[in-house]
């Protein structure tokens, strides 16, 4: 097989068969996608069906914690997740820019297989495109995913209450710390890895015993973009104690060095809670038990009529949160 | 001592703004004092904190320009994306100059067109470039007030100490104590006090704008804070000072542009 | 203009060039003493020295003693304004 991806594994064609089968194929080693037809047969148990969709295009492919792979699968496993959905079957379309490595690819393919496991969910279908040279960077996925919420539950914006607590489950930035420096052209060294992983289980755990109302996982944007998200759904104000928000040394000593702010850094391994008042310390002890949560902190809560995000700061101001404005870019002053 | 705790206690804190309460009960000023500070650091350590909520309303915070690139005309952008456009440059810069709009576009857009625009944590990985490659020049976009300037001399030093030819300096330093002037020549600005930049003053030493009192207003304090100390000054009202018109709002700088004076965390 | 943090000199990295690495926070960084070096001084004698960092440069020495002095007065404002 050639070392890189050509046009002409987009073709359709013999290389196209090939590059199919030795890459995705073989790795996923899934039964429904050996039988290589243009859909998948799935089984659904009972409850309700939920269906989700996203694209990733991290750059660089490769960082510290993880790969576009990985983000894929476990960004779209926690895309159900959140809406209390047992995560089931991925389907996954691949743009390859012509020159990709093939080395590379097998890696990703590999990773998301990985992860797809730790998950618990089936690649069961896919697609291959290959664009010239320029028209995309290295490799774009787009991820789709089924699961089924069980019977009775109903998680969203629409269930927040004022009095509600608000929870994460562990410290946040570790992703977005990561891919910013991701190519280490900044010259930093430091220990910070992304902390991307599947959360259906963490979740499955929380919502099987105590009666969430809400659950997200801040990505894009970080905790500010969710809960202004949350805010505005619901009319409602929610304020948040920064000096509570916990965040690891490592990733404040970047922030500050780089006049990043953690709050808007994306996290691809956490969620953030809410739940009823009487309910949290209930919640933030199971989700200390779970691995995937040992260091989660409640961080705020949900006030009255209001549907701003308002930040308590570490020497007693007040603040609002608002909705970052593009990606954090490394600033002097 | 890690020498940033220290210096963010939320018990320290709160006693000097009850101490600065007590101060203004008995100084009973007659319409609120205006305060400037004119280092970016400082408008975001402000914000960030909560400073501006945090403090009685009889104290107003004027944010001056201390946004180096944004005090600069937008032709200066447009030079550094020019040469971005040049297919042999590397046009390397730091983060906060990425978009800032020029007269068209801005280096963010233009590096999303295909511009080789690099973001830098220092002059020095700029010059690391270079090394690495001889074929292209490498340019740097120098921005920055007093504080950075040193470090793009110094840069361009040792790139002259190790011969290297092919990196250059697109030198847009700004100094402060001028862009201080030029507010304080504005009659619409009527400012009580400044908090003049920390770190500059490290550099060019605090006695450089001591003319903002001895030449303005004979009793206009006035405190060099470098960022770390997120407090503001002990103020105390120059009596009699203000009184024609009384009590305007309008204390905004009008000399720079209006993305300055929003609120600039969270980029 | 104003992103200076405070960061510790861990390691020497080359003298000539003046360059050591300096722990900011958890996060290690190669820094220039270029503008903190005395006449005569070299980066291993500043080995355990705070510092300001910014762009990759140090900046101005920091200690303890200067950082108790800063306190302290900050403690003196709050006392002359309580007490008028």
């Given at each position: 097989?050639?070392?890189?991806?050509?046009?002409?594994?987009?073709?359709g064609?013999?290389?196209?068969?090939?590059?199919?089968?030795e890459?995705?194929?073989e790795?996923?080693?899934?039964?429904?996608?050996?039988?290589?037809?243009?859909?998948?047969?799935?089984?659904?148990?009972?409850?309700?069906?939920?269906?989700?969709?996203?694209?990733?295009?991290?750059?660089?492919?490769?960082?510290?914690?993880?790969?576009?792979?990985?983000?894929?699968?476990c960004?779209?496993?926690?895309?159900?997740?959140?809406?209390?959905?047992?995560?089931?079957?991925?389907?996954?379309?691949?743009?390859?820019?012509?020159?990709?490595?093939?080395?590379d690819?097998?890696?990703?393919?590999?990773?998301?297989?990985?992860?797809?496991?730790?998950?618990?969910?089936?690649?069961?279908?896919?697609?291959?495109?290959?664009?010239?040279?320029?028209?995309?960077?290295?490799?774009?996925?787009?991820?789709?995913?089924?699961?089924?919420?069980?019977?009775?539950?109903?998680?969203?914006?629409?269930?927040?209450?004022?009095?509600?607590?608000?929870?994460?489950?562990?410290?946040?930035?570790?992703?977005?710390?990561?891919?910013?420096?991701?190519?280490?052209?900044l010259?930093?060294?430091?220990?910070?890895?992304?902390?991307?992983?599947?959360?259906?289980?963490?979740?499955?755990?929380?919502?099987?015993?105590?009666?969430?109302?809400?659950?997200?996982?801040?990505?894009?944007?970080?905790?500010?973009?969710?809960?202004?998200?949350?805010?505005?759904?619901?009319?409602?104000?929610?304020?948040?104690?920064?000096?509570?928000?916990?965040?690891?040394?490592?990733?404040?000593?970047?922030?500050?060095?780089?006049?990043?702010?953690?709050?808007?850094?994306?996290?691809?391994?956490?969620?953030?809670?809410?739940?009823?008042?009487?309910?949290?310390?209930?919640?933030?002890?199971?989700l200390?038990?779970?691995p995937?949560?040992?260091?989660?902190a409640?961080?705020?809560?949900?006030?009255?009529?209001?549907?701003?995000?308002?930040?308590?700061?570490?020497?007693?101001?007040?603040?609002?949160?608002?909705?970052?404005?593009?990606?954090?870019?490394?600033?002097?002053? | 001592?890690?020498?940033?705790?220290?210096?963010?206690?939320?018990?320290?804190?709160?006693?000097?703004?009850?101490?600065?309460?007590?101060?203004?009960?008995?100084?009973k000023?007659?319409?609120?004092?205006?305060i400037?500070?004119?280092?970016?650091?400082?408008?975001?350590?402000?914000?960030?904190?909560?400073?501006?909520?945090?403090?009685?309303?009889?104290?107003?915070?004027?944010?001056?320009?201390?946004?180096?690139?944004?005090?600069?005309?937008?032709?200066r952008?447009?030079?550094?994306?020019?040469?971005?456009?040049?297919?042999?440059?590397?046009?390397?810069?730091?983060?906060?100059?990425?978009?800032?709009?020029?007269?068209?576009?801005?280096?963010?857009?233009?590096?999303?067109?295909?511009?080789d625009?690099?973001?830098?944590?220092?002059?020095?990985?700029?010059?690391?470039?270079?090394?690495?490659?001889?074929?292209?020049?490498?340019?740097?976009?120098?921005?920055?007030?007093?504080?950075?300037?040193?470090?793009?001399?110094?840069?361009?030093?040792?790139?002259?100490?190790?011969?290297?030819?092919?990196?250059?300096?697109?030198?847009?330093?700004?100094?402060?104590?001028?862009?201080?002037?030029?507010?304080?020549?504005?009659?619409?600005?009527?400012?009580?006090?400044?908090?003049?930049?920390?770190?500059?003053?490290?550099?060019?030493?605090?006695?450089?704008?001591?003319?903002?009192?001895?030449?303005?207003?004979?009793?206009?304090?006035?405190?060099?804070?470098?960022?770390?100390?997120?407090?503001?000054p002990?103020?105390?009202?120059?009596?009699?000072?203000?009184?024609?018109?009384?009590?305007?709002?309008?204390?905004?700088?009008?000399?720079?542009?209006?993305?300055?004076?929003?609120?600039?965390?969270?980029? | 203009?104003?992103?200076?943090?405070?960061?510790?000199?861990?390691?020497?990295?080359?003298?000539?060039?003046?360059?050591?690495?300096?722990?900011?926070?958890?996060?290690?960084?190669?820094?220039?003493?270029?503008?903190?070096?005395?006449?005569?001084?070299?980066?291993?004698?500043?080995?355990?020295?705070?510092?300001?960092?910014?762009?990759?440069?140090?900046?101005?020495?920091?200690?303890?003693?200067?950082?108790?002095?800063?306190?302290?007065?900050?403690?003196?404002?709050?006392?002359?304004?309580?007490s008028?």
């Open positions: 097989m050639n070392e890189k991806v050509s046009l002409a594994h987009g073709s064609g013999l290389a196209t068969a090939r590059l199919v089968r890459v995705f194929v790795t996923f080693a899934d039964p429904e996608l050996d039988r290589l037809e243009d859909q998948a047969r799935i089984v659904l148990p009972e409850g309700q069906p939920v269906f989700t969709t996203d694209a990733f295009v991290v750059d660089p492919v490769f960082f510290p914690g993880g790969d576009i792979g990985r983000l894929a699968v960004g779209t496993v926690n895309d159900l997740a959140v809406g209390g959905a047992r995560p089931l079957y991925l389907g996954c379309a691949f743009i390859l820019e012509e020159g990709l490595a093939l080395a690819l097998r890696r990703i393919a590999e990773s998301m297989k990985r992860a797809a496991d730790e998950a618990g969910v089936r690649l069961v279908t896919g697609d291959t495109k290959v664009v010239p040279r320029g028209a995309a960077d290295r490799v774009f996925i787009t991820t789709s995913g089924v699961g089924v919420v069980p019977p009775g539950l109903d998680l969203g914006a629409h269930r927040l209450r004022p009095g509600d607590r608000i929870l994460v489950s562990g410290p946040l930035g570790d992703h977005g710390a990561a891919v910013v420096d991701a190519r280490g052209e010259g930093l060294e430091h220990d910070i890895v992304s902390d991307c992983q599947p959360l259906a289980d963490l979740v499955e755990a929380l919502v099987s015993q105590v009666p969430v109302h809400a659950l997200r996982d801040p990505t894009r944007g970080g905790l500010a973009a969710v809960l202004n998200e949350w805010a505005q759904a619901s009319g409602l104000d929610l304020t948040v104690e920064e000096a509570a928000v916990p965040v690891r040394n490592a990733v404040r000593g970047l922030c500050e060095l780089l006049g990043l702010d953690p709050l808007y850094l994306a996290c691809e391994g956490r969620v953030v809670a809410a739940v009823p008042s009487a309910a949290a310390d209930a919640a933030l002890a199971l200390r038990r779970h995937r949560g040992r260091e989660a409640r961080i705020g809560e949900v006030n009255g009529a209001g549907g701003t995000v308002i930040l308590e700061t570490p020497i007693g101001g007040r603040r609002l949160l608002d909705l970052p404005v593009g990606e954090p870019l490394p600033r002097i002053c | 001592m890690r020498y940033l705790d220290e210096f963010r206690d939320p018990a320290a804190a709160r006693r000097l703004v009850a101490g600065i309460e007590a101060a203004l009960a008995r100084l000023p007659d319409r609120p004092l205006q400037m500070e004119f280092c970016g650091g400082h408008t975001h350590t402000i914000f960030r904190y909560g400073l501006h909520q945090l403090l009685p309303e009889s104290v107003e915070w004027v944010h001056g320009p201390g946004c180096p690139v944004c005090v600069l005309p937008r032709e952008i447009d030079l550094a994306i020019a040469l971005a456009r040049w297919p042999q440059v590397i046009l390397t810069s730091f983060g906060d100059a990425l978009r800032v709009p020029g007269s068209e576009t801005s280096l963010l857009q233009v590096r999303r067109q295909g511009a625009v690099r973001v830098v944590y220092s002059p020095l990985d700029a010059l690391e470039q270079a090394r690495r490659e001889p074929q292209r020049q490498v340019v740097f976009f120098a921005i920055g007030f007093e504080t950075t300037a040193p470090a793009t001399a110094f840069t361009v030093l040792q790139a002259a100490a190790e011969g290297i030819a092919n990196f250059s300096v697109l030198c847009q330093h700004v100094t402060s104590p001028e862009a201080v002037r030029a507010l304080l020549a504005d009659p619409a600005l009527r400012l009580d006090g400044i908090v003049a930049p920390g770190h500059v003053s490290t550099v060019v030493g605090a006695d450089t704008f001591a003319f903002i009192a001895e030449d303005y207003r004979t009793s206009m304090p006035n405190a060099a804070s470098p960022s770390g100390l997120r407090r503001p002990k103020r105390t009202c120059p009596a009699g000072r203000c009184s024609k018109g009384g009590c305007g709002r309008n204390g905004a700088p009008t000399s720079a542009p209006p993305a300055v004076r929003k609120r600039r965390w969270g980029r | 203009m104003c992103l200076g943090v405070p960061g510790r000199i861990v390691e020497v990295v080359d003298e000539r060039r003046r360059l050591a690495r300096v722990d900011i926070g958890g996060v290690v960084r190669e820094v220039s003493l270029a503008c903190v070096l005395e006449d005569g001084q070299r980066c291993a004698d500043l080995l355990g020295a705070w510092v300001i960092v910014h762009v990759g440069f140090a900046l101005s020495r920091i200690d303890a003693a200067e950082a108790r002095r800063t306190l302290a007065l900050l403690g003196q404002l709050e006392g002359d304004a309580l008028g």
